[in-house]
């Protein structure tokens, strides 16, 4: 079946530091990937995502890119700050394939903290 | 602004007392699901509705229903709580099936307390 992996976390970094969290996934075929990201308190928010290999998912200076050969979608930010702090998941939607094709797989998280 | 609403934001329920979770939207999305988060944990899907359709995951209990009275409401009944079942429950929607509908729009979630 489908699945994700994430690095395991609490991350915490300075302000302006580089961040990589890393996300590889088991899955047949040419999944979707996503970066979804939940702020204390609030539900999840898509960040960024990834339809076809090659491509690269880019906002608000976060950017991943779907590596079908090594099965990665690495995020990354050049220049981390305060507000970035959250519970960031790495997720995939498995290839469409028409009905049954709607759920997404979620890896288990890894909480950032930026200090300043 | 167009969004997802979950009420109540927190809920207390006593072990065994049945509880309603609901969900409205008012993106006019044909799909809405339900995950359940535990702490530290990733979300895991529940049921999804495609229009009218219930799609139940294999895994989850019987203890959970769902229903669906039209397009922007949804609400997750759970008959008979655990102290097990104690989780942040997450209510998500999209935009029909096809291939080019990835993104799913998650509400705030309802972070229910079973005592």
């Known amino acids: 079946g489908n699945s994700v992996t994430q690095m395991e976390g609490p991350v915490t970094l300075s302000e302006e530091a580089f961040l990589t969290i890393n996300c590889t996934y088991t899955?047949?075929?040419?999944?979707?990937l996503f970066w979804y990201v939940q702020y204390p308190g609030e539900g999840l928010q898509l960040l960024l995502k990834?339809?076809?290999?090659?491509d690269k998912g880019s906002n608000k200076g976060f950017e991943a890119t779907y590596r079908k050969e090594t099965t990665s979608f690495h995020l990354e930010k050049g220049s981390v700050q305060v507000s970035d702090s959250a519970v960031y998941f790495c997720?995939?939607?498995?290839?469409?394939?028409?009905?049954?094709?709607?759920?997404?797989?979620f890896g288990k998280g890894t909480k950032l903290s930026v200090i300043p | 602004d167009a969004m997802v609403i979950q009420n109540p934001r927190y809920q207390v329920t006593q072990f065994g007392k049945p509880v309603t979770l609901s969900c409205s939207q008012t993106?006019?999305?044909?799909?809405m699901y339900w995950y359940q988060q535990k702490s530290s944990q990733a979300p895991k899907l529940l049921f999804h509705?495609?229009?009218?359709?219930?799609?139940n995951e294999a895994d989850t209990p019987d203890n959970f229903q769902s229903r669906r009275p039209n397009t922007s409401f949804c609400f997750l009944d759970i008959r008979s709580p655990g102290l097990g079942d104690a989780a942040m429950y997450l209510c998500?929607?999209?935009?029909?099936?096809?291939?080019?509908?990835?993104?799913?729009?998650f509400g705030p979630g309802t972070r229910l307390t079973v005592l």
């Open positions: 993106l006019n999305h044909n799909v």
């Open positions: 899955a047949t075929g040419y999944p979707s």
């Open positions: 990834a339809t076809k290999a090659d």
């Open positions: 997720a995939l939607r498995k290839a469409y394939s028409g009905a049954g094709s709607y759920q997404l797989t």
């Open positions: 509705y495609y229009d009218k359709d219930f799609n």
């Open positions: 998500a929607t999209s935009r029909d099936s096809g291939p080019l509908s990835n993104e799913q729009f």
